[in-house]
């Protein structure tokens, strides 16, 4: 018997809603998106230059039924086959987390299938391996807007930290520096852009914390393109239009640098011969391709889901749900949402 998955996610600004199907066969498992739906509302926070809370969680409850209607039109399911509701219980904007999580418990409780709270770091940490045959050990490095972590994992629900950023997430720091050099919101796609036609050379930005430990630390680069900012003019502190692809191109070399650095040491300190990269930085081309040369000069397999994976969705979150359900777990209806959700 197959089994469907509905799960929502909501804790940033992206209203996303899932349909996974899990079917059992003669070959081993498959599982399948039968949809995938986003309302981004990139464009609603772009003017004020990041999320504002509340504008975010009202653009989930007015997106958030046409969306669910939306997914099972296009998964061709109706509600009564869903076995199990999925939602991001957290870390993530309280507010914006309720919408998707009372959506979902909802559900659960007018069809009495199970609700299941997912941990929105642990939908980053197994997005890679959703179109692969299973999961398997491995070391990821998970870069999102809010963290940037080095986990080993050795089977699903077996994790163990083994870095974190001590201030800034990678993600944050694209986004910092992309509001600096006056580029739109979010600054990470901005910057790829822009570094492209840049010399990662132009500027030597500081590799912090490159050889200490596997914990990361992004606010000293931010602050090293501030004061070249300052330098490059320093009656407005504007970065004048001709040195922004240099220095978006030394920027992001800094952070790349640290990124495959730490990463590879990781893998190989404790062992894994895979690595798995996710978190919406993991969309940058020149990270994926750094880390992939990276990894084949030291025989490791590298595993990145592609973009639309990548960035916050909710395949990822119907497939840790789906992990759960399978296991025979859901969760209370009286979970609370938690806004720090630790992996
Ligand atoms: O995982 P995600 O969609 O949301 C969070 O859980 O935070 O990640 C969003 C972050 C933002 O900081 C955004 O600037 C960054 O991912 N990002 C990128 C790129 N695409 C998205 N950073 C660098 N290069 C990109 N191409
Ligand atoms: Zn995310």
Redesign the pocket.
Known sequence: MPTTILAIES??D?TAVAVLRHTDTKEGSQVEVLASEISSQIDIHREFGGVVPELASRNHSLHLRPLIECAMEDAGVNIEEIDAFGATAGPGLASSLLVGNTTAKSLALATGKPFISVN?MEG?LLSPFLHEPALRSNLALIV????TLLIQMKAFGNYQRLGSTRDDAA??A??KV?KMLGLPY????E??KQARSGSAEAFQFPRSMMKDGLDFSFSGLKTAVLYQLEKLDPESGRAPADSIPDLCASFQAAVIDVLVSKTIRAARACGETTISLS???S???A?REAMQRACDQHGITLLIAPPAL???NAAMIAFVALHHHLQGQSSSLHLDINPNLKL
């Open positions: 804790s940033c992206e929105h980053h999102s807007g809010g963290h993600g944050e694209y986004d992309g979010p600054g990470g796609p910057i790829e978190g919406g930085v969309c940058n081309l990270l990548s960035t916050d």
